[in-house]
């Protein structure tokens, strides 16, 4: 039961919706456990024990740092300066022993049900090379549906408990609402235990307002899956799927239309997530931010996935940029190597570890590593040429601000994320090096209008279908990059035109969505994840 | 509060320090300058900056990044 099924828009989500507010306020956020819980089950049945493991030592872990804490307050009054500080220490060590024990044995998990079988292959491919004749076997390993994202989330909670940014929550179930809330178990967003709390446990009452907005969103999300990505699929499939066979602009238009793709569908079940939180009146963070209006590569990653690059930022960036070897080199650095080459080494340290995890998070491939480090590479370079690029753009007389830089830069951003996408979505590094070579192998833009493109597995109504919903999408980007957020703006118009759009919304989805012979229905992408 | 002007003016001068409340906020120092910021105020003023404190409360003003300063230098 994906988000974007009828049975959860039209089925599951409205019992949610009537079970809820029949009950008492304080009980409501049992009521959005106990169906948080009974999605997870039928995702993912018995591997229901994987979250619940997870909620316990995540809530165990946070409740004694907070118990470490009040005895390190009762120590700490009426004690001197010197005793103060050996009290901090004391409890300091305690406390991150048990924040470490709890990330390890959270990553743990997850590398073992993730990455044990890629690590066992790439062991059994030395071995067979060294022409040993030991060879490890591989096991079947389910792994439950979400776990990539509420792991973070754990560990997020648990770093902030150790932080004092926020206070732990003392009761069992909160926390395992806050780890399973079914409308984001599935494919995030990776929220933070202070920003969402409030308003998951709140039990607000369900009014027009939220109702009308959230399914309004939903309704916006499912447009951009049904109508734009599903069939998008089907030209990714063909392409991807038989790449020996396609070179040229072939290659190119696959890795257009994957990215495409993966924009509508992430950022689509986004809005169904986000749409099915605003129905009980919870604020999920938003997860993207007109990515394609990016100038640069590093700007790209505030803009998609926000809440994966901030958690990175938050939990690795930072911690390693403020690590005792990382402070070493600064203040080494700094007096023998000058502040460029220092920044520049800083800067590397603390970023290769967010785009390795970049890449390994997406799962246990190399070409997801590849992902990762394509991306490091080019930050990195960025930031390498960025002295001489400001001499460049004064000696030039090039304004940051004015319009034909501004479409440069968000040109050569999109040529960065489709290169970036074709990598990532490649069966395989070596089917990635294959199609980007063969891409420039008899180029002909030729085929996007010669009809080429008709037998790839779309019509042209369906094409047509995909180029309108692209204009729409763009159209409500734009406005939104400009202040005009349309969604915000139509709440405050006339009940007519109001109802008008939604209604509008609704049959377009219901007319335009891909359904019938020849589609398949598409899993949602980041679940996989 | 003079020397934390200079080492901001070190890292972008194009920005008026006493007005500017969302220098993380409205992405005006990013996350390298953050990470110089942070060595600069360490070694100007004696203190250790953590992990914990790596929140935009703490650097979206020179004032904030100056109370945060004055906080670790009591600690």
Known sequence: MGYHTSLYVFVFLPVCLVVYQLMPAKWRWKALLFFSYLFFYLLSGKLLVYLVGATALTHYIGAWMSWQRAQEAEELSGADRETKKSIKLKYRRRCRSALAVGILLLIGVLAYLKYYNFFISNVSGVLLWLSLPFSPGEKSLLMPVGISFYTLQAIGYMADVYWGKAKAENRFGRMALFLGFFPQIMEGPICRYSDTAGSLFAGAPLTAENLSQGYMRIFWGLFKKKVVADRLAVIVGVIFGNYTEYGGAYIAVAAVAYTVQLYMEFSGCMDIVIGSGKLFGVCLPENFRQPFCARSASEFWRRWHITLGTWFKSYIFYPVSVSGIVKRWNQFGRKHAGKYLTRLVTSAAALFPVWLCNGLWHGARWSYIFYGMYYFVLIMLGTAVQPARNKLLSVCHIREDSGYWRVIQIAKTWVIIFVGELFFRADGLQAGFHMFASMFRDFQLSLLWDGSLLGLGLGRADLAAVAVGCVVVAVIGSLKERGEPIFVRLVKTSVPVRWGAYYALILAVIVFAAYGDGYQSVDLIYAGF | ?75
């Open chain 2, 1 to 75: 509060m003079e020397d934390l002007i200079r080492i901001l003016r070190d890292i972008d001068d194009s920005v008026d320090y006493g007005k500017e409340t969302a220098l993380i906020d409205g992405q005006i120092l990013d996350s390298f300058g953050v990470i110089t910021l942070v060595s600069e105020l360490e070694e100007a003023f004696g203190i250790t900056i953590e992990a914990a404190e790596m929140t935009p409360q703490n650097f979206n003003s020179a004032e904030a990044i100056w109370a945060m300063v004055k906080r670790l230098q009591e600690n």
